[in-house]
């Protein structure tokens, strides 16, 4: 097992507390899906400003090792969910 492989304790309290706040976040996006105007640019700025501080944190352990390779699993949710929130603020919203 290398240095970085396994999680002490406030390492895990950390990884669940994030867990926990992307879970929220998906039941927040989930309860709000059909959020229209001012309402709906809210939820994806904040959904965005959760991914950009999540991704940049974790890259800031991986650059100098701090965390093992399977942090970039942790990056990769963040950009995904960065991408996703970016396209649909700069979405056109659907007439009704």
């Known amino acids: 097992m ?3 492989d396994s999680l002490g304790a ?3 309290a950390v990884a669940r507390a994030y867990g926990g ?3 929220g976040a998906g039941i927040i996006a989930w309860q709000n899906r059909h959020a229209q105007g ?3 640019k809210s939820l994806l700025t904040g959904f965005l400003v959760i991914a950009l ?3 940049i944190s974790s890259l800031i352990e991986l650059i100098p090792g701090n965390v093992s390779s399977m942090g970039w699993s942790t990056v ?3 950009v995904f969910l960065a991408i996703w929130a970016l396209l649909l603020l700069f ?3 659907k007439q009704a």
């Open 38 to 40: 001012a309402v709906r």
């Open 53 to 55: 501080t999540g991704g």
């Open 10 to 12: 406030v390492a895990r």
């Open 91 to 93: 979405q056109k919203e």
């Open 76 to 78: 990769g949710i963040c």
């Open 21 to 23: 706040i992307l879970f």
């Open 2 to 4: 290398n240095e970085g």
